[in-house]
């Protein structure tokens, strides 16, 4: 693992404006917030990965929430998606804390590592596909630099589309719990922790606890 490469793809991917959509509204989500956040700063950038650079197991999500990631500064914290992605990480000793909501509040991944298709908040979360090819690089570069993947998990129809995409994989129907081999990684699908999948209970809790005992179950070592 070169330290090194993942830090400076990290400072390219916050300096990124590839896709000005994109750029000036997580500009615009950061200036104008909501109520409950008003007095709070927001990060308002592209948001990098992160995690242990000697993972095994690799987690990614759809985009940064508009005001969780985007205001936090780190993915998959401060909003009710990364609520429950903290606690099935520590349930199943991939964390070390059960909740992620701000930065330094002491939580740290365990053997495995963060990142999204997307590095900017999309309106209405829904990226185009013009955007999430535009972003797939960054996703490439770091399943470069990451040498100890063995498995992928892909939260949702679109990063699994974009995992699929860069790794050229055989395409296959996406479905929760559904795993795809590939030549060098194991892809785990799961549904997208998203309030729409958890308040509806297309997603509940065994299901999704499942993902993480499964995906350490299939570690070679």
Same mark, same amino acid.
């Given at each position: 693992?070169?330290?090194?490469?993942?830090?400076?793809?990290?400072?390219?991917?916050?300096?990124?404006?590839?896709?000005?959509?994109?750029?000036?509204? #997580?500009?615009?989500?950061?200036?104008?917030?909501?109520?409950?956040?008003?007095?709070?700063?927001?990060? +308002?950038?592209?948001?990098?990965?992160? %995690? =242990?650079?000697?993972?095994?197991? @690799?987690?990614?999500?759809?985009?940064?929430?508009?005001?969780?990631?985007?205001?936090?500064?780190?993915?998959?914290?401060? =909003?009710?998606?990364?609520?429950?992605?903290?606690?099935?990480?520590?349930?199943? %000793?991939?964390?070390?804390?059960?909740?992620?909501?701000?930065?330094? =509040?002491?939580?740290?991944?365990?053997?495995?590592?963060?990142?999204?298709?997307?590095?900017?908040?999309?309106?209405?979360?829904?990226?185009?596909?013009?955007?999430?090819?535009?972003?797939?690089?960054?996703?490439?570069?770091?399943?470069?630099? @990451?040498?100890?993947?063995? #498995?992928?998990?892909?939260? +949702?129809?679109?990063?699994? =589309?974009? #995992?699929?995409?860069?790794?050229?994989?055989?395409?296959?129907?996406?479905? !929760?719990?559904?795993?795809? !081999? !590939?030549?060098?990684?194991?892809?785990?699908?799961?549904? !997208?922790?998203?309030?729409?999948?958890?308040?509806?209970?297309?997603?509940?809790?065994?299901?999704?606890?499942?993902?993480? #005992?499964?995906?350490?179950?299939?570690?070679?070592?």
């Amino acid at each position: 693992m070169n330290k090194t490469s993942l830090e400076y793809l990290n400072q390219k991917i916050i300096r990124c404006k590839k896709c000005p959509r994109l750029s000036s509204y #997580v500009r615009k989500i950061a200036k104008t917030k909501v109520k409950r956040f008003y007095n709070q700063k927001y990060w +308002g950038k592209p948001l990098p990965g992160y %995690g =242990d650079i000697y993972a095994q197991i @690799l987690i990614v999500g759809l985009a940064p929430a508009a005001h969780g990631g985007n205001r936090t500064g780190r993915m998959f914290t401060g =909003d009710s998606s990364g609520d429950w992605l903290a606690r099935a990480l520590f349930k199943n %000793g991939l964390a070390t804390k059960p909740f992620s909501q701000y930065l330094g =509040d002491g939580f740290a991944l365990i053997n495995c590592y963060i990142t999204a298709a997307v590095r900017c908040a999309p309106p209405k979360n829904k990226p185009t596909n013009k955007e999430i090819k535009m972003c797939s690089s960054y996703l490439e570069e770091e399943l470069t630099s @990451l040498k100890n993947i063995q #498995v992928i998990i892909c939260l +949702g129809r679109i990063a699994f =589309d974009a #995992v699929c995409n860069i790794l050229k994989a055989k395409k296959v129907k996406f479905a !929760h719990a559904q795993i795809v !081999h !590939h030549s060098k990684f194991t892809i785990l699908c799961s549904y !997208h922790p998203s309030r729409q999948n958890t308040q509806t209970g297309r997603l509940v809790w065994k299901q999704w606890n499942e993902i993480f #005992v499964n995906a350490k179950k299939l570690l070679k070592n």
